[in-house]
T-cell receptor, first 109, second 116 residues
Framework: GQNIDQPTEMTATEGAIVQINCTYQ??????LFWYQQHAGEAPTFLSY??LDGLEEKGRFSSFLSRSKGYSYLLLKELQMKDSASYLC??????????WGAGTKLIIKP | GAVVSQHPSRVICKSGTSVKIECRSL??????MFWYRQFPKKSLMLMAT?????????EQGVEKDKFLINHASLTLSTLTVTSAHPEDSSFYIC????????????FGQGTRLTVV
């Protein structure tokens, strides 16, 4: 079956760095997405990886290892506004998005 | 980035009535639109995939007659919740992709439906 695993909740301190991990099992693979979702709002796109390696975009970076079925989202210089849920989604052979349950990130002062 | 507009953002309706939610791609043509439902503290649950000019493909367990989806044009898809009941109260979100293979899905703002 197809499955995405990510931690339910993480806590970090303002100004610090946090890494949110995601493992996936899909029928075929056409890329891995990370989305940010604030409570009561729709998800917003953060990153897309289809090749192995690290993609850096400002304070956010995303890493992919296809052989391990593993990705992580790295958030640096955490700000209070980064408190949100972070959703990992993998695109399967039919380009269908398989969603993880999301990781709720709590930022403390 | 592309813009997807979803309307209304919030709706309260009486049990037994029907509610229509619109999803529009404002600056691109969306061959495929997706409808999701999200429960509190849960991830997105895909309800159906709608392709312009053809019938929607519903996920297992989603009632076709209850959740009517119409994708009449390349810029508009609608979800109608028929004979709504309190258990249908949820956050409904649409997303659109330019092409099925497009790397990014653009989301509407979501609709908070409350059935009383």
């Amino acid at each position: 079956g197809q499955n995405i695993d990510q931690p339910t909740e993480m806590t970090a301190t303002e100004g610090a760095i946090v890494q949110i991990n995601c493992t996936y099992q899909t029928s075929g693979f056409n890329g891995l997405f990370w989305y940010q979702q604030h409570a009561g709002e729709a998800p917003t796109f953060l990153s897309y990886n289809v090749l192995d390696g690290l993609e850096e975009k400002g304070r956010f970076s995303s890493f992919l290892s296809r052989s391990k079925g593993y990705s992580y989202l790295l958030l640096k210089e955490l700000q209070m506004k980064d408190s949100a849920s972070y959703l990992c989604a993998a695109s399967d052979s039919n380009y269908q998005l398989i969603w993880g349950a999301g990781t709720k990130l709590i930022i403390k002062p | 980035g592309a813009v997807v507009s979803q309307h209304p953002s919030r709706v309260i309706c009486k049990s037994g009535t029907s509610v229509k939610i619109e999803c529009r791609s404002l600056d691109f043509q969306a061959t495929t639109m997706f409808w999701y439902r999200q429960f509190p503290k849960k991830s997105l649950m895909l309800m159906a995939t709608s392709n312009e000019g053809s019938k929607a493909t519903y996920e297992q367990g989603v009632e076709k007659d209850k959740f009517l989806i119409n994708h009449a044009s390349l810029t508009l898809s609608t979800l109608t919740v028929t004979s709504a009941h309190p258990e249908d109260s949820s956050f409904y979100i649409c997303s659109a992709r330019r092409l099925p293979e497009s790397t990014e899905a653009f989301f509407g703002q979501g609709t908070r439906l409350t059935v009383v």
